[in-house]
């Protein structure tokens, strides 16, 4: 979601595009998971700040130990169970998802 202070409500607000641009605007909110209002947001103002900012590094890493080891225990498991095929396909929705997020960051606030 975009950045905007706590209780504020949004009003909508009216932009000039041009079909394309709409289209582009469109699939690269979908390809994102956001709405086209929070996508919009996110580009023109930035991420909210990430939720292990402040945290001990220490700390940070044990989270992504813990995340890596049920990523892996569960990737067996399925392997097992012969749903492979199921994996490979949420694996890939995933990193399509991941992509789109650092597109995102990677543009960064508009100056």
């Not at 390809?31 to 929070?38: F, H, V």
């Not at 498991?77 to 012969?82: I, L």
Request: proline share 5%; hydrophobic share 50%.
């Amino acid at each position: 979601m975009a950045v905007r202070p706590s209780g504020e409500k949004r009003r909508q607000r009216g932009i000039m595009a041009t079909d394309a641009e709409w289209a582009a605007i469109r699939a690269q909110a979908e390809a994102a998971g956001l709405s086209i209002s929070d996508y919009i947001m996110r580009v023109l103002v930035g991420a909210p700040a990430s939720p292990v900012a402040g945290l001990p590094l220490s700390v940070v890493d044990r989270l992504i130990r813990a995340v890596l080891v049920l990523e892996r225990l569960e990737a067996r498991r399925m392997e097992t169970q012969g749903a492979a095929d199921i994996l490979r396909a949420v694996s890939a929705e995933v990193d399509a998802w991941l992509a789109a997020e650092t597109a995102i960051e990677r543009r960064g606030p508009l100056s």
